[in-house]
């Protein structure tokens, strides 16, 4: 397999969070051109951060895309903003053009470098072996008898009936 084909080294979490970044930056650059074209740049930022957090990988926000249709997605991302100048009519003289287009050009770089595989499934984890059981002290049993009585007269008679256990229980201990 050659490494064109079975993708980069970039995760694909870096490479939302790249886009992400992207996005940020065509929604800054808005700021520097002509009103003519800050459509454009608005839309390929929402492109942008729609794609990044619709897929699956970490840094996505809600589980749609898979990593396969990421790839495809990024493909058809970087044809739809090298043609904008065509669709949208801006043309080729607008500022924002080639915010876009360089956008276009890094969305391919990445899609090239980006591993999409899903990470193998990490194996079970063997489950801890018990821990043996510990013979209950002779403390331990008298007190959990005494605390079932003393409940158990709680249960059936009320307060004063528990009063008159409690003190029992004490007068037995001495």
């Given at each position: 397999?050659?490494?064109?084909?079975?993708?980069?080294?970039?995760?694909?979490?870096?490479?939302?969070?790249?886009?992400y970044?992207?996005?940020?930056?065509?929604?800054?650059?808005?700021?520097?051109?002509?009103p003519?074209?800050?459509?454009?740049?608005?839309?390929?930022?929402?492109?942008?951060?729609?794609?990044?957090?619709l897929?699956g990988?970490?840094?996505?926000?809600?589980?749609?895309?898979?990593?396969?249709?990421?790839?495809?997605?990024?493909?058809?991302?970087?044809a739809?903003?090298?043609t904008?100048?065509?669709w949208?009519?801006?043309?080729?003289?607008?500022?924002?053009?080639?915010?876009?287009e360089?956008?276009?050009?890094?969305?391919?770089?990445?899609a090239?470098?980006?591993s999409?595989?899903?990470?193998?499934?990490?194996?079970?984890?063997p489950?801890?072996?018990?821990?043996?059981?510990r013979?209950?002290?002779?403390?331990?049993?008298a007190?959990?008898?005494?605390?079932?009585?003393?409940a158990?007269?709680?249960?059936?008679?009320?307060?004063?009936?528990?009063?008159v256990?409690?003190?029992?229980?004490?007068k037995?201990?001495?």
């Open positions: 397999m050659t490494k064109e084909r079975s993708g980069g080294d970039v995760p694909l979490g870096v490479h939302q969070v790249i886009e970044l992207m996005a940020g930056f065509a929604l800054v650059s808005i700021a520097r051109i002509e003519k074209s800050a459509p454009l740049c608005a839309g390929a930022a929402a492109m942008l951060a729609l794609l990044a957090g897929s990988g970490r840094a996505g926000v809600v589980r749609i895309v898979g990593p396969r249709l990421h790839r495809v997605l990024d493909y058809v991302a970087a739809a903003l090298a904008s100048p065509w949208s009519g801006v043309g080729w003289g607008g500022g924002g053009v080639w915010v876009v360089s956008l276009a050009v890094v969305v391919v770089w990445l090239r470098a980006t999409y595989r899903r990470r193998p499934p990490e194996p079970p984890q489950p801890a072996p018990p821990e043996p059981r013979a209950a002290t002779p403390t331990v049993a007190t959990a008898r005494t605390a079932g009585r003393l158990g007269v709680v249960g059936r008679k009320g307060p004063r009936a528990a009063g256990a409690v003190g029992r229980i004490k037995r201990k001495r």
